[in-house]
Structure formats: C-alpha cells, structure tokens
C-alpha cells in the first residue's frame, strides 16, 4: 500500500503555556468589571468558627478580618457585612475563596453558597506556599487569609464541581467500604502478631485463618498456649469443638498436637535456672 493511500492521522494542537489552573481563573471576569471593581472574600475555616476578610483584586483590603462563629445568624450577618461592602465600594463581581480543610469548611461554603456567591476552594497545601514567602515561621489566622487571598488571585481558588446525588452516595459508601477494608487489615495484623506472641507458629497450621469458620480463633481463645494443647490431647480437643459447636476434622486435631509437640517456646518466656544447692566457693 503506497505512503499517500494510508489515512493520515489528524495532528493534535499543541497545548499552550498554562500559568493558572482552568477552574480556578478570574482574568476574564476581572477584565470585565476592572480589577478595583472586583473583590475576593477569604476565608480560613475551623471546627466552631471562622475567619474572614475582603479585598479587592489590587490587594486593598476593604473589611479588616473578622471571626465568624459557625450559626446561622452570624452567617447572615457576616453575608449581610459583605454586601454592604459591596455596595460601599461598587463592586461588582465577587469571589469567596474558602480554605479547605476536612468537612469543618461545608458549612461556611453552603451558607455563601446559598446566599448566591461563587465559592472557591483552596488546598491547605497550596495556601501553605503562598505564606511561607511572605510570612516564614509566623501562621496565624490572618497571615493565612493573606495567603489564600493570594492563591486565588494566581487561580488556585477552584470550582467545586456539582455531582449528581446518585454518583455522591456511591462516592460515601466507597470510602465508607474502603475505610472499612483499611480497619479490618489493620486489626487482622494487630491479632496476629498477638496470637505469634501467644503460641508462635499456631497461625500456620490453618490455610485460611480468617476463614468463614471460627474454629482457630476460639481453639486459641480457648488453650492460649502449647502446653495446654498437649495436656488437651486428641481427647480433650474433641471436647472442646463439641462444647463450642464446631464441626473439625480428626487431621485438624492431629495437626494442633504435632504443633503443640515442635511449638517453640513464647517470647518473652526464659527458663528458670534452679537455686544452687550449696553456697559457692569464695
């Protein structure tokens, strides 16, 4: 098949230099109402309360910080202080730049939210870089709004996306599984180096010690050392399993004592020299 038969594939466009993040620009809606015209509310959220100040894109500030404890009306009346500087300035446009940190900030977001301002969120991390320049070694409340200021004038201020409620509750229940899995390997580690301390190598007699049958873990419960296996015997085991309703095979029992028989003492456990029978020689 000749060169020019063969279908040419379309050329990608080479991507331009891109210095803010495309959710996180404001040039265009600031060159639409003039950079005096356009304000950035920051916002540094804590568990019970928050601190917030505005400015214009200049970096004039307009309303000093201010803490705003996390109720319904003191929103409102921290909304209702915004606005008002809105109107005293003759701003036009305004962003809430809001620092995100764990769930603590979801109410301050909604309230602004539904109060009809664009919210913006900015990584700790990334407020992180925009102060240690300006403000190294000194973290305080303020020095940390002056930071997020920074960070969403430069586009690091980012939308949150909206999800449908559908794909949100798939989200949770998948951490919540993920959580979960995290926990149980966590434990089942936690158990079995209790259980090596207890009776070492008692693990390895059993292919799937976290099998649907209990009978490892209530045999271990229940001797709590190689001694105890041996003196139990074939016999004694039987007994046990039929006390505690489980349904074991006779190699299973066989497969304990022969354990039992080569088990190698427990850490931590040290032979007991016997006193001397007569004092020594000075």
């Known amino acids: ?28 809606r600031v060159q639409q109402v003039g950079p005096e015209h356009f304000g950035i509310v920051a916002l540094d959220c804590a568990k019970a309360r928050s601190r917030y100040f505005l400015a214009d ?39 809430v730049a809001i620092e995100r940190t764990g769930d603590y900030h979801r109410p301050v977001q909604l309230a602004f939210r539904q ?8 990584h700790p991390l990334t407020s992180k870089q925009y102060r240690q320049p300006a403000d190294p070694d000194n973290k305080t409340d303020d020095t ?69 049958s209990p009978a490892p873990l209530l045999f271990a419960r229940h001797t709590t050392s190689p001694q105890a296996v041996r003196q139990a015997g074939v016999a004694g085991l039987q007994q046990l399993a039929d006390q505690l309703q489980l349904r074991c095979r006779q190699e299973t029992f066989h ?21 001397p029978t007569h004092r020594p020689r000075r």
């Open 1 to 28: 098949m000749s060169r020019s038969s063969t279908a040419r594939r379309p050329q990608k466009k080479a991507k331009g230099f891109v210095l803010q993040k495309p959710n996180g620009q404001l040039l265009d």
């Open 57 to 95: 894109f200049y970096g004039r500030t307009l309303l000093e910080p201010t803490t705003v404890p996390h109720t319904r009306g003191d929103f409102q009346a921290a909304i209702d202080r915004v606005r008002q500087a809105m109107s005293q300035h003759a701003l036009q446009d305004v962003v």
């Open 115 to 122: 109060a009809g301002f664009d919210t913006r969120l900015v």
């Open 144 to 212: 940390d709004l002056a930071a997020i200021w920074r960070a969403a004038t430069h586009g690091f201020g980012l939308c949150e996306p909206t999800w449908p409620d559908l794909y949100v509750t798939i989200q949770l229940l998948r951490r919540q599984r993920r959580d979960l899995v995290d926990k149980n390997a966590v434990l089942q580690c936690q158990i079995r180096e209790v259980l090596h301390a207890a009776m070492p190598g008692f693990a390895e007699c059993f292919c799937h010690l976290w099998d649907d």
């Open 255 to 275: 497969k304990l004592l022969a354990w039992a028989e080569q088990a190698p003492p427990r850490p931590g456990t040290h032979a007991r020299t016997p006193p």
